[in-house]
């Protein structure tokens, strides 16, 4: 088993930065990927940004290329997305999520085994 749990959600103006964490414990060698998902109010839960275990090949949806960048600290076992010039419409709970298949489909939301319990980010205008 994985056990993810993030932190760092909160309430900023627009403009404004926030840097979100996630945790990692168990079986956390398992893991091929992991990637931060979003699901604003109403709206189904979307894919935001993946990274490789070993911190390569990072992949952003493209309203957030240029703002936001995701990583890692292996020596943490934690993955951080730092978001900077943010927008009302990146308004949402955040969720870290992780892949133990190998998956090349990092943008599917299907193919990440586990979880975390989500985070929420309020941007205001």
């Known amino acids: 088993q994985v056990q993810l749990v993030e932190s760092g959600g909160g309430l900023v103006q627009a403009g404004g930065s926030l840097r979100l964490s996630c945790v990692t414990s168990?079986?956390?060698?398992?893991?091929?990927?992991m990637g931060w998902f979003r699901q604003a109010p109403g709206k189904v839960r979307k894919f935001v940004a993946a990274?490789?275990?070993?911190?390569?090949?990072?992949y952003y949806e493209d309203s957030v290329k240029g703002r936001f960048t995701i990583s890692r600290d292996n020596a943490k076992n934690t993955m951080y997305l730092q978001m900077n010039s943010l927008k009302p419409e990146d308004t949402a709970v955040y969720y870290c999520?992780?892949?133990?298949?190998?998956?090349?489909?990092?943008?599917?939301?299907?193919?990440?085994?586990?979880w975390g319990q989500g985070t929420q980010v309020t941007v205001s205008s």
């Open positions: 990274i490789r275990w070993n911190g390569a090949l990072p």
């Open positions: 168990g079986r956390a060698e398992r893991i091929h990927r």
């Open positions: 999520a992780a892949d133990t298949s190998g998956s090349y489909a990092y943008r599917i939301e299907s193919v990440y085994d586990y």
